[in-house]
């Protein structure tokens, strides 16, 4: 390979592909190459101050703390969350930020990993969209994305060696798709690795992963850099495509580049490609006009608000007891009401520019007098008595209003990078106050903050359940506004809330043993499980309640040109207020010959409607999200079949049913003596040999043909019988080669 930098030292290209310090690449001036800043992500721009140490994750320059993906995931609004991501954007460039460090895309594979926080779903497609969404917008202002944790990086736990053992379709079909996704739709500038292995190699060194996959098969033209720390082996780690170690270690890797190219170990072809790469990234920082100098916070505070508002959920609201009316006595429960719980702890930590407080905000909504009562201690710290106090006064301001707003969720030290959850209770002095709130006065509403999902043992007691998962800085306001229906609640869940730990896909196989989790609920993740089980839950993904109600009516299915599904149906708001729906479609293939879930999202749409109007919603389905990855031949397959497309509310409330006849991919295999008699029967060639076999045999010829046809007597043997056992049934070695030719 020809010197692409040929001004340039093996040492000077050797420390471009390093940090020059915690958060900047290495510059060479003469060379044009500038140094860039990376900063973290996702939901807010966490810029430290220059003064301060590397690791002081909570001294950085304010910013808006939009909510972080977990809560942000329930708007299912792409339109939404690119907005967010223009605006972060916007941030970046104006605190001179060159790489703004997300989105997390990861699959939430156990309600348990400690960062689920920080990704999007359970499911690839809302990931991939969101995270597309996302890109887009930051990206739109001159500032990379860097897409992570890439990949299998789903759990906390040993995070940094596990090894993630996962099956092909799996890997491809669950964990690697919202990557795809985002990769081939929204072309992100740079992905960052995971620090786990994947069956066996570290993501940083995983050449089939960083270039087979992401380059060779997505198009991804970026630049890979490794998580902080994430790099065991620098030059196998550059050799199998990671460009850009993470944060910089003064020379020391760098000079092991430099002794491998010198000693002929690494083609220092690879290095001038990585160079290249950020030559390239530092270009298309400078390429897109960067239009903010300063930033709008007020703006920026409103489009949080407006953000948190979309993405509240609104799991239960028995006789209406939601939205509240103006007039109502409301007691504002639980110190979460006072002490917002908004954002997860770990490298994601925002500084956030101001702060609602939903007891203040709740009070601004409405012109009766609003009581506070703390209710429980957050810190742990107080005494019996002291609780006794604290849920005595509760009691009281519930009995004497007339609704009780409660305000329950994790502590923040039980949601942070790093460490997975045990369980997934709230704190069991919380579900005693909200017991004794209940008898005092049965009209209560139940708020919720929390990262990872939690269960809720009182879902059938309660009458109204507002889950706001983690909202940003704006989040008391906007729970505000939904309690008071100013804002008509349209979140759905993005991730299923089952009745117990015990039911959750991945309840057996995590966090593993000895370095390795073996993720042995294969493709049965999320609904996926729930769904292929039959196992009640306490609220099924995509769920979400309105003050208005919607119909659905004339659903309809069609094949385009390209061979997407066209999917449409007219929505119409036959409530009294506007509101917006989030409509649904999935997928199933009832006969099919692979391991399938009996559901699968394949689309989804945010619609605004005023009271009474109708709409058309239309929705793609990709053929390419119809197929599922073969590993006899490692290539997408779509089945030939009849599929059912399901248009719903939630993944269990459908509202129409479709079918259609998709013609797929033949997959044609080479025949050999392992070839099941099925492949011979669907090979013309090879049955017709059969068949020739067969009339030369006389009665037994006929067993012979049983065997070809899956639905004769014998025909049960059709998909197990190797042609090479046909010797058993006196068939010669010749008469065997003609037959698998
Ligand atoms: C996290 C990344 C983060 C990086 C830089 C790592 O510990 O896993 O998500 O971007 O630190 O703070």
């Given at each position: 390979m020809t010197d692409t930098n040929p001004s340039l030292t093996t040492e000077e290209k050797a420390s471009l592909t390093s940090g020059s310090d915690f958060w900047h690449t290495e510059a060479v001036e003469r060379a044009g190459i500038p140094s860039l800043m990376l900063t973290d992500g996702p939901h807010g721009v966490r810029r430290q101050r220059e003064s301060s140490e590397q690791l002081d994750l909570a001294d950085s320059v304010p910013s808006t703390c939009f909510p972080p993906a977990a809560g942000m995931a329930s708007s299912f609004d792409v339109e939404l969350v690119e907005r967010v991501g223009r605006a972060l954007g916007d941030e970046s460039a104006a605190a001179d930020v060159d790489v703004l460090l997300g989105p997390g895309v990861n699959i939430k594979r156990s309600p348990l990993c400690?960062?689920?926080?920080?990704?999007?779903?359970?499911?690839?497609?809302?990931?991939?969209?969101?995270?597309a969404a996302w890109v887009r917008g930051v990206q739109s202002r001159g500032v990379g994305a860097s897409l992570k944790h890439f990949a299998a990086n789903n759990q906390e736990h040993d995070r940094m060696r596990v090894s993630s053992d996962v099956d092909p379709r799996a890997l491809r079909e669950i964990y690697l798709r919202?990557?795809?996704?985002?990769?081939?739709?929204?072309?992100?500038?740079?992905?960052?690795?995971?620090?786990?292995?994947?069956?066996?190699?570290?993501?940083?060194?995983?050449?089939?992963?960083?270039?087979?996959?992401?380059?060779?098969?997505?198009?991804?033209?970026?630049?890979v850099m490794s998580d902080w720390g994430a790099v065991d082996d620098r030059v196998a780690a550059l050799a199998a495509g990671l460009d850009l170690e993470m944060p910089g270690n003064d020379g020391r890797t760098d000079a092991q580049i430099v002794s491998a190219?010198?000693?002929?170990?690494?083609?220092?072809?690879?290095?001038?490609?990585?160079?290249?790469?950020?030559?390239?990234?530092?270009?298309?920082?400078?390429?897109?006009?960067?239009?903010?100098?300063?930033?709008?916070?007020?703006?920026?505070?409103?489009?949080?608000?407006?953000?948190?508002?979309?993405?509240?959920?609104?799991?239960?609201?028995?006789?209406?007891?939601?939205?509240?009316?103006?007039?109502?006595?409301?007691a504002v429960i639980g110190?979460?009401?006072?002490?917002?719980?908004?954002?997860?702890?770990?490298?994601?930590?925002?500084?956030?520019?101001?702060?609602?407080?939903?007891?203040?905000?709740?009070?601004?909504?409405?012109?009766?007098?609003?009581?506070?009562?703390?209710?429980?201690?957050?810190?742990?710290?107080?005494?019996?008595?002291?609780?006794?106090?604290?849920?005595?006064?509760?009691?009281?301001?519930?009995?004497?209003a007339d609704?009780?707003?409660?305000?329950?969720?994790?502590?923040?030290?039980?949601?942070?990078?790093?460490?997975?959850?045990?369980?997934?209770?709230?704190?069991?002095?919380?579900?005693?106050?909200?017991?004794?709130?209940?008898?005092?006065?049965?009209?209560?509403?139940?708020v919720l903050s929390h990262g990872g999902v939690v269960a809720l043992p009182f879902a059938d007691r309660v009458p109204a359940i507002l889950d706001g998962w983690l909202l940003g800085q704006a989040g008391g306001g906007a729970t505000a506004d939904v309690l008071f229906g100013i804002v008509n609640p349209s979140g759905r869940l993005a991730e299923t809330v089952p009745l117990r730990l015990s039911d959750s896909p991945a309840f057996l196989?995590?966090?593993?043993?000895?370095?390795?989790?073996?993720?042995?609920?294969?493709?049965?993740?999320?609904?996926?499980?729930?769904?292929?089980?039959?196992?009640?839950?306490?609220?099924?993904?995509?769920?979400?309640?309105?003050?208005?109600?919607?119909?659905?009516?004339?659903?309809?299915?069609?094949?385009?040109?390209?061979?997407?599904?066209?999917?449409?149906?007219?929505?119409t708001n036959t409530g009294l207020r506007a509101g917006r729906e989030v409509v649904q479609v999935y997928s199933g293939l009832p006969r099919t010959e692979v391991q399938r879930a009996p559901r699968e999202l394949r689309g989804f749409a945010s619609v605004e409607l005023a009271a009474g109007a109708s709409t058309r919603v239309e929705m793609t389905v990709r053929r390419a999200d119809l197929t599922y990855w073969d590993r006899r031949v490692d290539q997408w397959i779509l089945e030939s079949g009849t599929y059912r497309f399901d248009i719903g509310a939630s993944s269990r409330d459908i509202r129409h049913t479709m079918e259609l006849d998709l013609e797929g991919d033949v997959v044609t295999l080479p025949l050999s003596e392992s070839s099941s008699l099925g492949e011979i029967a669907r090979d013309p060639a090879a049955s017709a040999v059969m068949r020739e076999i067969a009339a030369s045999r006389g009665e037994q010829g006929g067993l012979l043909m049983q065997l070809l046809d899956p639905e004769t007597e014998m025909g049960g043997l059709n998909v197990s019988f190797p042609a090479g056992r046909l010797r058993m049934m006196g068939l010669s070695d010749d008469e065997i080669r003609r037959l698998v030719g």
């Open positions: 400690g960062r689920n926080f920080e990704y999007f779903s359970e499911d690839p497609l809302v990931s991939g969209e969101l995270g919202g990557f795809q996704r985002v990769v081939e739709d929204a072309k992100p500038w740079t992905v960052m690795c995971s620090y786990n292995r994947i069956n066996g190699v570290f993501a940083s060194q995983n050449r089939w992963l960083l270039t087979s996959v992401l380059r060779d098969e997505w198009g991804f033209d970026g630049i190219v010198e000693d002929g170990s690494l083609d220092a072809g690879v290095l001038d490609v990585a160079v290249e790469r950020l030559r390239t990234l530092a270009e298309r920082t400078r390429a897109t006009p960067r239009t903010a100098s300063t930033v709008d916070h007020d703006a920026h505070h409103a489009l949080a608000r407006e953000a948190a508002g979309r993405s509240l959920v609104l799991l239960k609201n028995e006789g209406d007891l939601l939205p509240l009316s103006p007039s109502a006595r409301v110190e979460f009401a006072e002490r917002p719980r908004f954002q997860g702890a770990g490298s994601s930590l925002i500084n956030p520019t101001r702060l609602d407080i939903a007891r203040d905000e709740i009070q601004r909504a409405t012109a009766s007098e609003v009581t506070y009562a703390r209710g429980f201690d957050l810190d742990g710290r107080a005494d019996a008595d002291e609780l006794a106090r604290l849920r005595s006064e509760a009691i009281d301001a519930a009995a004497a609704v009780a707003v409660v305000f329950l969720g994790l502590p923040a030290k039980d949601e942070t990078e790093g460490a997975d959850r045990a369980h997934i209770d709230l704190p069991a002095d919380q579900l005693d106050l909200l017991d004794a709130v209940l008898s005092a006065n049965p009209h209560t509403v139940v196989d995590f966090p593993g043993e000895f370095g390795h989790v073996r993720y042995s609920e294969g493709l049965f993740v999320g609904y996926r499980w729930y769904d292929a089980r039959d196992v009640e839950v306490a609220f099924p993904f995509g769920h979400g309640l309105s003050y208005t109600s919607f119909s659905y009516s004339d659903a309809s299915a069609t094949v385009t040109a390209s061979g997407d599904v066209e999917v449409q149906v007219t929505v």
